[in-house]
């Protein structure tokens, strides 16, 4: 398996309710981001959680890290159509400059 | 518009063909990516420059090769290719590349090899 691995692949919910989607990964990491993707466009970076922090907030991101574990969970709170896409976590390691490891992403369904 | 802005949005090339990619960015930034995202697989990581200077190549076919003339354009020649090389080809740019930070990307160029 690779270093990013998000879970759930695909995920369906009704507008107004929470998403939460968990990223794991396999070495020391400097910091991880998550990004969202829009069918087919490029991808948009939401939010960047250092190594030495273990909760950040966005609006309505809410993103953890547990570096004892080795995993991220992206919460998105109030969820929208709009919110629709692919989510992917990337990892940036440690001593490995500002390369990008990007996982399968989850798919999410925001319906009406 | 993100500040990357990828030309063209969609390519279509035979296999004999010989074409090229184009990546711009006006933020300032020192660091460009090249990244390949296929179908049902993770972003793969081809190219990275920093500040005009090839500081990675991912093991990645000469039939792609890429050139930064500046540090506001990244190009990606592509030749010869096969139809396994279909994709959706990303630009990237961050401000520094020893630092960890975020990406901007651009909105990618479809490519598909007939």
């Known amino acids: 398996s690779q270093q990013g691995e998000e879970d759930p692949q695909a995920l369906s919910i009704q507008e107004g309710e929470n998403a939460t989607m968990n990223c794991s990964y396999k070495t020391s990491i400097n910091n991880l981001q998550w990004y969202r993707q829009n069918s087919g466009r490029g991808l948009v970076h939401l939010i960047l959680i250092r190594s030495n922090e273990r909760e950040k907030h966005s609006g309505r991101l809410r993103v953890t890290l547990d570096t004892s574990k080795k995993s991220s969970s992206l919460l998105i709170t109030a969820s929208r159509a709009a919110d629709t896409a692919s989510y992917f976590c990337a990892t940036a390691l440690t001593g490995g400059g500002n390369k990008l490891t990007f996982g399968t992403g989850t798919q999410l369904k925001v319906e009406l | ?114």
Not at chain 2, 34 to 45: F, I, R, T, V
Not at chain 2, 76 to 92: I, K, N, R, V
């Open chain 2, 1 to 114: 518009e993100t500040g990357v802005t990828q030309t063209p949005r969609h390519l279509v090339m035979g296999m004999t063909n010989k074409k090229s990619l184009k990546c711009e960015q006006h933020l300032g930034h020192n660091a460009m990516y090249w990244y390949k995202q296929s179908a049902k697989k993770p972003l793969e990581l081809m190219f990275v420059y920093s500040l005009e200077e090839r500081v990675e190549n991912n093991s990645v076919p000469s039939r792609f090769s890429p050139e930064c003339p500046n540090s506001s354009h990244l190009f990606l020649h592509l030749h010869t290719l096969q139809p396994e090389d279909s994709a959706l080809y990303l630009c990237a740019s961050s401000q520094d590349w020893g630092q960890g930070e975020g990406y901007t990307f651009g909105s990618g160029t479809r490519l598909t090899v007939v």
